[in-house]
């Protein structure tokens, strides 16, 4: 079974830019689609952006469209996470998570059932 594990979290001021990276391990990163989520202090796990097997298809949550850009690269078993003009409300841990039964993007979080640590983004001044 594939392990993820996310990397790039720090401290950000406001308007600044982070990649956030997800790494894998095992044989079958590049079979199913993968998606980032992200868990603010006292608040529900929430969607970020999703991206299907091949890298064709990419899907954004609405809160984050036009700040973020979602990439991977299959032979390096990496997926990454760009967001832009951060704010303070971005600051969160973020997920990456695979979705194993899914080459497209899933249409529920309920699919995503691989998922690592997190790593930790804070957006301050």
């Known amino acids: 079974q594939v392990q993820l594990v996310e990397s790039g979290g720090r401290w950000v001021q406001p308007g600044g830019s982070v990649s956030l990276s997800c790494t894998a391990s095992?044989?079958?990163?590049?079979?199913?689609?993968k998606g980032w989520f992200r868990q603010a202090p006292g608040k529900e796990r929430e969607f970020v952006a999703a991206i299907s097997r091949t890298g064709v298809k990419k899907y954004n949550s609405d809160s984050m469209r036009g700040r973020l850009i979602i990439s991977r690269d299959n032979a390096k078993n990496t997926m990454s996470l760009e967001i832009y003009s951060l704010k303070a409300e971005d600051t969160a841990v973020y997920y990456c998570a695979a979705a194993s039964n899914y080459e497209n993007i899933p249409p529920s979080a309920r699919a995503y059932d691989t998922w690592g640590q997190g790593t930790l983004l804070t957006v301050s001044s």
């Open positions: 095992g044989p079958t990163f590049s079979n199913n689609a």
